[in-house]
């Protein structure tokens, strides 16, 4: 089994910064790919960013490319998503999740594992 706990959402203007913390314990030392996607009211859960463990490689929606970074730290188990120029857009439940696939994949049904989520809110 594998529990991630999401943290660091919150309410920022438009313009501003967040960022989102995923610590990872249990099953973690084998799963490949860490992924964050988020889901507005009313919209599906759609895909954000993910970053191997193995090279940190790393994949982003271009609705997000150029102002999110993903980043992870081995030692703690944990990925971040450092979140700039947000809009009120990107206002979602943000929730980080674990794919064992051998590829990185940016497809929610190949995520084995799902944290609660943490709200992120951007006023305009």
């Known amino acids: 089994q594998v529990q991630l706990v999401e943290s660091g959402g919150g309410l920022v203007q438009a313009g501003g910064s967040l960022r989102l913390s995923c610590a990872a314990s249990?099953?973690?030392?084998?799963?490949?790919?860490m992924g964050w996607f988020r889901q507005a009211p009313g919209k599906e859960r759609e895909f954000v960013a993910a970053i191997t463990w193995a090279g940190f490689n790393t994949y982003y929606a271009d609705s997000v490319k150029g102002r999110f970074t993903i980043s992870g730290d081995n030692a703690k188990n944990t990925v971040y998503l450092q979140m700039d120029t947000l809009k009120p857009e990107d206002t979602a439940v943000y929730y980080c999740?674990?794919?064992?696939?051998?590829?990185?994949?940016?497809?929610?049904?190949?995520?084995?594992?799902w944290g609660q989520g943490t709200q992120v809110t951007v006023s305009s």
């Open positions: 999740a674990a794919s064992y696939r051998a590829a990185m994949t940016t497809h929610r049904n190949e995520y084995d594992y």
């Open positions: 249990g099953r973690t030392f084998s799963s490949n790919t």
